[in-house]
């Protein structure tokens, strides 16, 4: 549903145009002049209707106070000249009146629907877009086969979706693939990524304040996919909620709710349960969340989807980096095959992208790949910190972060290692580090 502001200072009129708004589901405000519709902050409409000729200032004069806010201008007087001062002034459309109501709600259609893509296009631009091969998921496993098996069921309806595996097993793409496969892949898919939000900011990041949309109205007509979605703080949780029951929002600090049109994937790894029993996570909303639950293999229990998968990989890096004709030895692939992978398909394309970076040959060997078993991600004793240990930096993170989650926050890791908290969730997605279940949580 969208919010629209009706501008018109003849009851009648604007009344049958409420109407006709209300009876197509849209939600509707009115003025009876400029000066009373910029008594609201117009940044929350999705689309205004103007006339022309208003009591004081003419309707045009909206266009540049709305901003973003597209503004649809009305007038009895219907001329060329009029149309096309209205339109150089900005304005999206020109109808005249007495209007029809088909031509009207053809014409809000069209505008609402323009600006459900701009959002999308501003949602893609902010957001990182992976290069994965959403269309074609790599791996013929049995439990890929099911994975994508129940995806193709899931995927056309509007159904929420739950998303659980362990990092870099492949949420994102999964989530991807679900908006690709739905009705939706004409509207905006707009990832989250929980974790990398500070508490204090969730609320505002996700829905908006008086300045601007918050991330869940720029899904509206698409998706949202909310990645770690129990990091969320418990009063977004509690937003979140109605989001899902009642389909509506409020903003920071606004009285007024807003329909919203998204449907909600989310991902966590394997502890949210773990998260419920220990009261960090509402269950309503696990439950409201979990409708459809989809479990991602490790690429350990895999292990025919290892080389396919790994081939795919080297193509797009080899392509990305300008490096053709390269190919997987037989030790390479024997390395690989011997490998337990603790970061998942994201640690497999790391290795990948590196071994591109340091051969010089068109054959890439175990040298290249560097999967040393000693590298794998393990509890080591706080004596094993030796500052004197010739550790690169990687090495020395792992070591650190493996060593004491069990007893420190996120916060209180980022501080130790004197990064921000975002800095700190990037490196454990790029290395692969799973946050441990019994990590404290305050």
């Given at each position: 549903?969208?919010?629209?502001?009706?501008?018109?200072?003849?009851?009648?009129?604007?009344?049958?145009l409420?109407?006709?708004?209300?009876?197509?589901e849209?939600?509707?405000?009115?003025?009876?002049?400029?000066?009373?519709?910029?008594?609201?902050?117009?940044?929350?409409?999705?689309?205004?209707i103007?006339?022309?000729?208003?009591?004081?200032?003419?309707?045009?004069n909206?266009?540049?106070?709305?901003?973003?806010?597209?503004?649809?201008?009305?007038?009895?007087?219907?001329?060329?000249?009029?149309?096309?001062?209205?339109?150089?002034?900005?304005?999206?459309?020109y109808?005249?009146?007495?209007?029809?109501?088909?031509?009207?709600?053809?014409?809000?259609?069209?505008?609402?629907?323009?600006?459900?893509?701009?959002?999308?296009?501003?949602?893609?631009?902010?957001?990182?877009?992976?290069?994965?091969?959403?269309?074609?998921?790599?791996?013929?496993?049995?439990?890929?086969?099911?994975?994508?098996?129940?995806?193709?069921r899931?995927?056309?309806?509007?159904?929420?979706v739950?998303?659980?595996?362990?990092?870099?097993?492949g949420?994102?793409?999964?989530?991807?693939?679900?908006?690709?496969?739905?009705?939706?892949?004409?509207?905006?898919?707009?990832s989250?990524?929980c974790?990398?939000?500070?508490k204090?900011?969730?609320?505002t990041?996700?829905?908006?304040?008086?300045?601007?949309?918050?991330?869940?109205?720029?899904a509206?007509g698409?998706?949202?996919?909310?990645?770690e979605?129990?990091?969320?703080?418990?009063?977004?949780?509690?937003?979140?909620?109605?989001?899902?029951?009642?389909?509506?929002?409020?903003?920071?600090?606004?009285?007024s709710?807003?329909?919203?049109?998204?449907?909600?994937?989310?991902?966590?790894q394997l502890?949210?349960?773990?998260?419920i029993?220990?009261?960090?996570?509402?269950?309503?909303l696990?439950?409201?969340?979990?409708?459809?639950?989809?479990?991602l293999?490790?690429?350990?229990?895999?292990?025919?989807?290892?080389?396919p998968?790994?081939n795919?990989?080297?193509?797009?890096?080899?392509?990305?980096l300008?490096?053709?004709?390269?190919?997987?030895?037989?030790?390479?692939?024997?390395?690989?095959?011997?490998?337990?992978?603790?970061?998942?398909?994201?640690?497999?394309?790391?290795?990948?992208?590196?071994?591109?970076?340091?051969?010089?040959?068109?054959?890439?060997?175990?040298?290249?790949?560097?999967?040393?078993?000693?590298r794998?991600?393990?509890?080591?004793s706080?004596?094993?910190?030796?500052?004197?240990e010739?550790?690169?930096?990687?090495?020395?993170?792992?070591?650190?972060?493996?060593?004491?989650?069990?007893?420190?926050?996120?916060?209180?890791?980022?501080?130790?290692?004197?990064?921000s908290?975002?800095?700190?969730?990037?490196?454990?997605?790029?290395?692969?580090?799973?946050?441990?279940?019994?990590?404290?949580?305050?």
């Amino acid at each position: 549903m969208s919010h629209i502001l009706i501008v018109e200072d003849e009851p009648v009129i604007r009344g049958a145009l409420r109407k006709l708004l209300v009876r197509h589901e849209h939600s509707v405000e009115e003025a009876e002049s400029v000066e009373q519709a910029l008594e609201n902050n117009l940044n929350q409409f999705d689309l205004i209707i103007s006339d022309l000729r208003l009591p004081g200032e003419p309707g045009t004069n909206l266009i540049e106070a709305a901003g973003n806010t597209p503004v649809l201008i009305m007038t009895s007087y219907a001329s060329l000249r009029s149309a096309v001062d209205a339109m150089r002034l900005g304005a999206v459309d020109y109808i005249p009146k007495p209007f029809d109501h088909d031509e009207m709600l053809l014409a809000v259609d069209r505008v609402l629907k323009e600006g459900r893509l701009n959002r999308g296009n501003r949602a893609l631009r902010r957001d990182l877009e992976r290069s994965f091969p959403v269309r074609n998921m790599v791996g013929d496993s049995p439990a890929m086969q099911e994975l994508k098996h129940r995806i193709s069921r899931v995927a056309p309806t509007n159904t929420p979706v739950l998303i659980m595996g362990e990092a870099g097993t492949g949420k994102e793409l999964t989530a991807r693939a679900l908006h690709e496969h739905s009705k939706r892949i004409n509207g905006p898919l707009v990832s989250i990524q929980c974790a990398a939000l500070p508490k204090n900011l969730q609320l505002t990041e996700l829905f908006g304040d008086d300045e601007q949309p918050g991330r869940i109205e720029e899904a509206d007509g698409g998706t949202l996919f909310l990645d770690e979605v129990g990091e969320l703080a418990s009063d977004v949780q509690s937003r979140l909620l109605t989001l899902l029951t009642h389909h509506e929002i409020h903003r920071q600090g606004s009285l007024s709710p807003r329909r919203v049109d998204v449907r909600i994937l989310a991902s966590n790894q394997l502890d949210l349960p773990n998260r419920i029993t220990d009261g960090s996570f509402r269950q309503d909303l696990y439950y409201r969340l979990n409708v459809m639950e989809l479990t991602l293999p490790p690429l350990r229990d895999r292990h025919e989807d290892l080389e396919p998968l790994a081939n795919a990989l080297l193509a797009r890096g080899s392509e990305k980096l300008n490096r053709p004709n390269l190919h997987f030895t037989p030790q390479a692939l024997g390395a690989m095959h011997s490998y337990s992978w603790p970061g998942n398909v994201r640690e497999l394309e790391n290795v990948i992208e590196r071994a591109i970076i340091l051969t010089e040959e068109d054959g890439i060997g175990p040298a290249q790949l560097g999967l040393n078993p000693s590298r794998t991600p393990q509890r080591v004793s706080r004596a094993s910190l030796d500052p004197s240990e010739d550790l690169s930096l990687e090495d020395y993170f792992t070591r650190f972060v493996m060593e004491n989650q069990d007893s420190m926050t996120e916060t209180e890791l980022a501080q130790k290692l004197g990064i921000s908290r975002k800095s700190l969730w990037e490196r454990r997605q790029r290395l692969g580090i799973p946050r441990k279940k019994s990590s404290i949580r305050r």
